[in-house]
């Protein structure tokens, strides 16, 4: 029995009158009490009110299925998720297209980025890891559209992989091999295709001893050992404080690291990237020799 629709209304409208500090734990209380006045037969109404004032709305139940491995809103009426790597068109709706981006401003605005005609776009790491990404009019001609990419943790190892059937004894070695000789090691391909699963499992065959850094748009790797991450930001509103990758690499270049991990080399940071070895006393004398920094 879903929770009706005028009862989770209410319960949000009282809640937003209240001066309950829009924190999860503390509205969840809140609105289990209210839900216990509007509607205490039915199950489900106090979550749905906390869906729509913290969360993602209507998109809260798909996140919280860790059998979803993206979740891509093409409307108010088109949602869909990807199960094994398998699209299916879900019955999960929002009410309007405003809903759509009242739920994206809710978990962005605390990261504090925006969404608005001026800025049609942008990208967001949620609470727990996942990367969304929004777009709106007029960039967006039809309405707007989120992808949400979760990280579904399936291999943990080369080992894993190779049980899995992903890659043979051979290849397993040799990339084994290729981490334990600190060779560079480009991971491509198309979406979904597993980039970051790979990059994490290569990781795993880094030593122990070594310090990595990692450099990303939106931090998805989870590497173990002695690690720091550094994470890429756009521009505030004013045009502001954007930290690119590149400079990312160059900061990374003077923190003494063993490993640098760049997650996504897509523009002027591959240059910097490319040339990272085993000494970055060298290293930094190559870029200023070749004029990148």
Do not use: C, Y
């Amino acid at each position: 029995m879903e929770a009706p629709v005028a009862a989770v209304t209410r319960i949000v409208e009282q809640l937003l009158r209240s001066d309950v500090p829009l924190r999860r734990a503390d509205v969840m209380r809140a609105a289990r009490r209210n839900a216990a006045d509007e509607a205490p037969l039915a199950p489900g109404v106090a979550s749905e009110a906390v869906a729509e004032l913290v969360g993602l709305g209507a998109l809260e139940p798909l996140l919280a299925d860790p059998t979803v491995s993206d979740i891509l809103v093409n409307g108010p009426d088109e949602i869909w998720v990807e199960r094994a790597g398998r699209l299916n068109r879900t019955e999960t709706t929002f009410s309007n297209s405003a809903a759509i981006v009242a739920a994206v401003e809710r978990v962005i605005a605390p990261l504090g980025l925006r969404l608005d005609r001026a800025s049609p776009a942008v990208d967001a790491r949620l609470a727990d890891g996942s990367r969304l990404h929004a777009v709106i009019p007029p960039a967006a001609v039809d309405g707007p559209v989120v992808a949400i990419r979760r990280f579904v943790s399936v291999v943990g190892s080369l080992g894993d992989a190779v049980g899995a059937g992903a890659i043979d004894a051979a290849g397993a070695e040799l990339l084994a091999g290729s981490v334990s000789a600190r060779k560079n090691l480009l991971v491509s391909g198309g979406t979904g295709a597993g980039k970051t699963t790979l990059l994490n499992v290569l990781a795993g065959e880094i030593p122990g001893g070594e310090r990595v850094v990692t450099i990303e748009d939106a931090a998805e790797l989870r590497l173990p050992g002695h690690v720091v991450r550094l994470e890429a930001r756009p521009p505030n509103a004013e045009g502001a404080g954007e930290i690119t990758l590149r400079t990312l690499v160059r900061h990374a270049l003077r923190m003494r690291p063993d490993r640098i991990v760049v997650g996504e080399v897509r523009g002027s940071e591959a240059p910097l990237s490319k040339v990272h070895r085993q000494r970055p006393g060298r290293v930094a004398r190559r870029i200023r020799r070749r004029g990148w920094g």
